[in-house]
């Protein structure tokens, strides 16, 4: 599975983004998807996750302000991020595993809310 991660950019706080992550080379409706980022100086955190059957899961600094739906048919994960905070500035990477054995990480996208 590769993964294109996109929608990234410049907001101001309180403003909103969509990430989108679109999979190829296989289907992906049986796999858990997740955002993870990371921010400079910082390791890298999860976010949110959808697995297969649609429940999701939230960090709890984003819980309420992120919703994490996938489109199976478009092999696609979305991060659609409200309310945004400088303290969400960072790089978004998106996430496609299943078991132990495929885990599978797009290339990122640059979060940047200015005050």
């Known amino acids: 599975v590769q993964l294109q991660a996109s929608g990234g950019g410049l907001v101001q706080a309180g403003g909103s983004l969509r990430l989108s992550c679109a999979a190829s080379?296989?289907?992906?409706?049986?796999?858990?998807l997740a955002w993870y980022r990371q921010a400079p100086g910082n390791e890298r955190e999860w976010v949110a996750r959808i697995i297969a059957n649609g429940a999701t899961d939230y960090a709890h600094s984003v819980k309420g302000r992120f919703t994490i739906p996938r489109d199976n048919a478009k092999r696609t994960s979305y991060l659609q991020m409200n309310s945004l905070k400088p303290e969400d500035t960072a790089v978004y990477y998106c996430?496609?595993?299943?078991?132990?054995?495929?885990?599978?990480w797009g290339q990122g996208t640059q979060v940047t809310v200015s005050s």
């Open positions: 080379g296989r289907t992906i409706n049986t796999f858990t």
């Open positions: 996430n496609c595993r299943r078991g132990f054995t495929d885990d599978y």
